[in-house]
Every structure is written in C-alpha cells, then in structure tokens.
C-alpha cells in the first residue's frame, strides 16, 4: 500500500498518512474483479490452551499466506507495469469460528513516468478468492523505495506465532473484545525511505479502547525489533 508520508514519521503516523494521501487528489481509485481461485489455503495458527497464566485462552487462528499467493499478485502488478517492486504488505487474521472474510494486500510501486502505485487485494470468498486492485499516483516527494522480498523471509503463519509468543497472546487474554480481523504488516522498520530492517508488525486492538499495541519482530530471524 503505497504511502504519502512525512520524513521522520513513526510507522504508525506513517500508516495515517498513508490512509489520508490515498484519499486526497493523488489517489484514483478502481476496483476491478480479475479471477476467482478454486481454493483457499489458510494456515491455522492454535493459541494458548486451558490453564494458561493470567487465564484459559484457547483458539485457531486463521492466516493467509503472504508468500503462497505473492506470485499471483506480482504477475498483476507486472502486467500493471513492467518495473512494479513490492513495496510492503498486510495480511489480516481471525478466529476460525469467527465469521468474515481473510485478506491480503500486496502494495507496489513503480517509477513510471509517472511515479505510481498499485495495491493488490486477494480476499476471501465462499467460493474462493478473488483477486481486486486499486492504483493512484505517487506524491511527488515520495520515494520508490527498495523492494521487499517475501519468498526470502518468514511467512505470515510463522510471523503470527512468534509474534502471539511475543505479547500477542497477553493482550488476547487481557482484552475480551478484540476488533477481529486484527493485522500483521510486512515492511522496512522505515518505510518512507525503505530503511531499516524488513519486519512484520502486528497490530492488536479492542472494541471498548482506541489505542492499539504493536508488536514488531525482524521478518528474517523472528527477533524482536523495537
């Protein structure tokens, strides 16, 4: 998901700025319906279990996979344009038993002329999923970036364990009401000028709270990044 974003930002104002540059007049919007795939290939991810400290928390949670469906996505982008480099990632999670669909949205840009971005969306569906894109126009000020490389680094099923162990489930037994689909994002620790470590960050948040917890591990070797 391209990004308009200040120099210096936090990731998460980072990720604000991004909402808002897709909305003002950079940013034309289209949706196309491209292909149904015959099947979903969710990974399930158990947390906790009965007996657990600080409470009995026991689920399947269910994941797509970043990497399993990147190929697909980056023939569209290419087809979209030739130089298209995956710029970053967000791959929503839920309960099995929770209703609602799963999602991926690969995010690319190229340098044109002009400077553009791409946003690939592969979503959920009864009967499998469907694959849909919205593009705009990069702000002048924005770099391209250097590319992410998914099929080198841990999977979003594997990023999702590590990050449970790492905080995500004591917030999932401390927080009843979680806002399902909660999120996992691949992307440079600085993405505004593609700095930094590649990590996955996940995101948690509640119903009943409007502030939100991060947890960031290196996308590489599962370590914790601050």
Request: hydrophobic share 40%; charged share 25%; proline share 7%.
């Amino acid at each position: 998901m391209s990004r308009a974003l200040l120099e210096g930002a936090t990731a998460e104002e980072q990720r604000v700025a991004d909402a808002l540059r897709r909305a003002n007049r950079w940013a034309r919007f289209r949706v196309i319906f491209l292909v149904t795939l015959a099947l979903v290939s969710a990974a399930s991810v158990l947390l906790g279990g009965a007996g657990g400290e600080g409470g009995a928390v026991s689920m399947n949670l269910r994941v797509l996979s970043v990497k399993e469906h990147y190929p697909r996505a980056l023939a569209v982008a290419r087809e979209w344009s030739s130089d298209a480099i995956l710029i970053d990632a967000e791959v929503l999670f839920r309960p099995t038993e929770s209703p609602g669909e799963l999602r991926i949205a690969y995010g690319f840009h190229s340098a044109g002329p002009p400077a553009k971005w791409l946003n690939v969306y592969l979503k959920e569906r009864e009967t499998g999923l469907v694959v849909e894109t919205s593009e705009g126009e990069l702000p002048p000020n924005q770099p391209i970036g250097d590319p992410v490389e998914p099929l080198q680094l841990l999977d979003s099923s594997e990023a999702l364990a590590i990050i449970l162990e790492d905080g995500g489930e004591r917030y999932l037994r401390e927080h009843s009401l979680p806002r399902w689909p909660l999120s996992l994002h691949l992307e440079y620790s600085q993405i505004f000028r593609s700095e930094g470590p590649v990590i996955w960050r996940g995101i948690f948040s509640e119903r009943t709270s409007p502030s939100n917890e991060y947890i960031r591990v290196d996308a590489r070797t599962g370590e914790p990044v601050e």
